[in-house]
């Protein structure tokens, strides 16, 4: 069954504490692999998209990386304002739905 | 260029009615996809348009529908609404890169209760 599993489902940091979030995924066919954020009753805003293994990408204090069964988002002395939840989705061929979403990390930042 | 827009924000129904919801894609944007958000599952896919055809459906029953419009802008339906379907909506567009990957942009959703 194709799945997509995030972890951890929460995570408190200290500002400036770095840290990793795991998105791990068994689908077959995979087209492209996304991270969103997404803050309090408001749609996910987009962060990246990865294609293959070995790619990475960065923006800001966030570096992206995929390999063949999981994606990590690194957070890098991160602040207050990083806090939201972290969605990964995954794009494969075939399939009944186009696009699955893990379930998130909740990532909190204490000043 | 604007982002995804969605109408209305909020909503208030009680069981056993009907609603529509709109959404309006990112200029040149064709893909629209629909999604149903709640704290205990997550982001649930519920269909995908393009050019005014569904193209994928989620497991979701016949009481939620859709349609998308010539200009790219869609609505969704749920009928005979239930407790159950009180959620954040949201809305997705991407530019579908033919052979490519999509990118999703979401708007900012509509939050439907039913009491």
């Known amino acids: 069954e194709d799945q997509v599993t995030q972890s951890p489902e929460a995570l408190r940091l200290q500002e400036g504490e770095s840290s990793s979030l795991n998105c791990s995924y068994t689908?077959?066919?995979?087209?492209?692999l996304f991270w969103y954020r997404q803050d309090p009753g408001k749609g996910p805003e987009f962060l990246f998209t990865?294609?293959?293994a070995g790619e990475e990408k960065e923006k800001e204090r966030l570096k992206a990386t995929l390999t063949k069964k999981e994606s990590f988002l690194h957070i890098t002395a991160p602040k207050p304002e990083d806090s939201a939840t972290y969605l990964c989705?995954?794009?494969?061929?075939?399939?009944?739905?186009?696009?699955?979403f893990g379930t998130g990390t909740k990532l909190q930042v204490i000043p | 260029k604007a982002g995804v827009t969605q109408t209305p924000r909020y909503l208030i129904k009680t069981r056993g009615q009907q609603v529509t919801l709109s959404c309006s894609p990112i200029?040149?944007?064709?893909?629209v996809s629909w999604y149903q958000q709640t704290p205990g599952q997550g982001l649930q896919f519920l269909f995908e348009?393009?050019?005014?055809?569904?193209?994928n459906k989620g497991n979701f029953p016949g009481r939620f529908s859709g349609r998308q419009f010539s200009n790219s802008r869609s609505e969704m339906n749920v009928s005979t609404l239930e407790l159950g379907d009180s959620a954040l909506y949201l809305c997705?567009?991407?530019?579908?890169?033919?052979?490519?990957?999509?990118?999703?942009?979401f708007g900012p959703g509509t939050r439907l209760t039913v009491l």
């Open positions: 997705a567009s991407s530019p579908e890169i033919a052979g490519g990957q999509d990118t999703q942009y």
């Open positions: 689908v077959s066919g995979l087209r492209g």
């Open positions: 990865l294609y293959s």
């Open positions: 989705a995954v794009q494969y061929s075939g399939g009944y739905q186009k696009v699955t």
């Open positions: 200029s040149g944007h064709r893909s």
């Open positions: 348009y393009f050019s005014e055809t569904q193209r």
